[in-house]
């Protein structure tokens, strides 16, 4: 191989399991996390509470977040099929509840293989 400027390709490959990767909850996170995500800025910060998810498929993040709207009262930041990711904010009770209601039904109805719900 000749010493050139080459440039190294990188292929990034995800294998299509039936999975929740990611089920975390932020317990009172500060004001500046709100606003690089593009959240709603309104927000009782002293109540409040982030969830954050990743699964696989990515489209699971369109059942995920219908499941989170109705278990709780959240507001939806931000799902996307193409990724998987789900966030979600509201009072730290809401978001708890929404977060294991998505997990219980991950879990037991579409039998997914789902990781611990973490809080900090």
Avoid: W
């Amino acid at each position: 191989m000749e010493d050139r400027n080459d440039q190294i390709r990188i292929v990034q490959e995800t294998v299509c399991g039936k999975e929740i990767t990611l089920a975390h909850v932020m317990g009172g996170p500060a004001p500046i996390i709100y606003q690089k995500l593009g959240m709603n800025p309104a927000i009782d910060y002293g109540a409040s509470a982030i969830g954050i998810m990743n699964m696989t498929p990515p489209e699971s993040a369109v059942i995920a977040s219908d499941i989170a709207v109705k278990s709780g009262d959240v507001y939806l930041g931000f799902a996307d099929r193409f990724t998987g990711t789900l966030i979600i904010s509201g009072e730290i009770a809401d978001v708890t509840s929404s977060i294991t209601e998505v997990v219980t039904y991950f879990r037991d109805v579409l039998h997914y293989v789902v990781c611990p719900i973490t809080k900090r």
